[in-house]
């Protein structure tokens, strides 16, 4: 139910519907009051709206959870604690930006595998929501509408598949369209206990000469 109303929510942001993208914001944040996502992006879009009054709420809310998030930080900055130095500032640059925020374990950006035929990848577009549709050790990409994309490579597909049987939740959006080349950004979005030690995507290293 969260991913489905998280998407729904990050596609009005895209399409700057900002009265639906605060239905849907609210709408995590009553069943989950500690959602930081939906915290940020429900005080984004009412800054868009003109409402700073209910963004820095939502925004204290967020940063009591995470004294850290990255984008709870800059809006707070940038539009709640010094709103006057900022007034001119385009805050439409935000709205990517703050899907793409990448952290480290919890977000990875992948290349698909067995991609579509041209006339479905010409239709999307960067940013676009993405299903993550786990049979057996395979994950397909779809588009929210269900059209298959493509699949994420086996390594991966196997390690979040085991994660996803036992209660991890994803989000996934298109980083980068090419004409022989998709790529996905893919965030935790909920970890289950029984997977709290466990790293949804693991630091690589890099290959040295001995």
């Keep these: 139910m969260f991913n489905e109303s998280a998407r729904k929510a990050i596609k009005a942001a895209l399409q700057e519907q900002w009265e639906e993208a605060v239905f849907w914001n609210e ?3 009553q069943i989950n009051p500690e959602d930081i996502d939906a915290l940020v992006r429900c005080a984004r879009a009412h800054l868009e709206l003109g409402n700073p009054s209910d963004a820095k709420k939502l925004l204290k809310d967020a940063l009591v959870l995470d004294s850290l998030h990255p984008v709870a930080n800059r809006l707070n900055s940038d539009y709640i604690t010094s709103p006057g130095q900022n007034r001119n500032k385009d805050i439409n640059t935000l ?10 374990g919890k977000t990875k950006v992948v290349a698909l595998v067995n991609l579509a035929d041209r006339n479905t990848i010409v239709k ?17 990409v779809t588009t929210i509408s269900d059209e298959y994309i493509g699949r994420l490579p086996d390594d991966l597909s196997i390690r979040l598949a085991q994660f996803i049987t036992k ?19 893919i965030r935790e979005h909920h970890k289950t206990p029984e997977l709290s030690n466990c790293v949804s ?10």
């Design 27 to 29: 709408k995590i944040i």
């Design 95 to 104: 709205t990517k930006h703050q899907i793409f925020v990448e952290e480290p």
């Design 124 to 140: 999307v577009r960067c940013g676009d929501p993405t299903n993550l549709l786990a049979r057996g050790h395979k994950i397909s």
């Design 167 to 185: 209660g991890n939740k994803y989000l996934s959006y298109i980083k980068t369209v090419g004409v022989s080349e998709v790529k996905v950004f």
């Design 201 to 210: 995507f693991p630091a690589t290293r890099p290959f040295s000469k001995t």
